[in-house]
Structures are given as C-alpha cells and as structure tokens.
C-alpha cells in the first residue's frame, strides 16, 4: 500500500491560484503513475491532470492551459498547479497513484471557488 498524503486546498476568488501538493510514502519512480481526480457534488469523480513513471502528462479538456501537474522526485511528491480558477472548478480534489498491485487514494482536499 502506498500512502498519500494531500495539502493545498482551500477557498479562492474566481481567476485565482491555488497549489495542490501530494507526498507519497514511496518513491514515485515504484510508481506507474499518479493523478488528480476530482469530485464534485452530485457529479461523478473526473481525472483532472495525470503523469506516468516517465513524465508524460495529460489533462481534461476543462483545464488544458490552465493546470499544471508536475513532480519533486526527490521529495516523492507530485503537485497541481491551478490557474485561473472558475467556480466550476469547486470540488475535492483527490490524489491517485497507481502500481502493477494497487490502486491508492488520498483523503482528498476541498478547493472552492468564488464567484
């Protein structure tokens, strides 16, 4: 089992900034890749922003130009990056990483969004 570990959440104005950060207690490099998802209510979870073991990336639609998912190899976190916050945007935002065995959850993060 892998734990993580999430920070970062919080409450901002629309076309703000917030930086979601998700430490693993394992080295990324174990790990084939990890994401954010987010959920938000009365609607089904989404992947946000996800990176393989290689550094490839890829985003939903809804946040291309606007979120950044990027690493800290040495501190085995992945971070998310949120520019430009919508109100749509509103919901928990969850950290995934994924291995050949198991698929492990974060306690997720609250980011709301003002109007």
């Known amino acids: 089992q892998v734990q993580l570990v999430e920070s970062g959440g919080g409450l901002v104005q629309a076309g703000g900034s917030l930086r979601l950060s998700c430490a693993a207690s394992?080295?990324?490099?174990?790990?084939?890749?990890m994401g954010w998802y987010r959920q938000a209510p009365g609607k089904q979870r989404e992947l946000v922003a996800g990176i393989t073991s290689g550094g490839s990336t890829n985003y939903a639609d809804s946040v291309k130009g606007r979120f950044t998912i990027s690493r800290d190899n040495a501190k085995n976190t992945v971070y998310l990056q949120m520019n430009s916050l919508k109100p749509e945007d509103t919901a928990v935002y969850s950290c995934?990483?994924?291995?050949?065995?198991?698929?492990?959850w974060g306690q997720g993060t609250q980011v709301t969004v003002s109007s």
């Open positions: 995934n990483a994924r291995t050949i065995l198991s698929d492990n």
């Open positions: 394992v080295s990324i490099f174990r790990l084939n890749a």
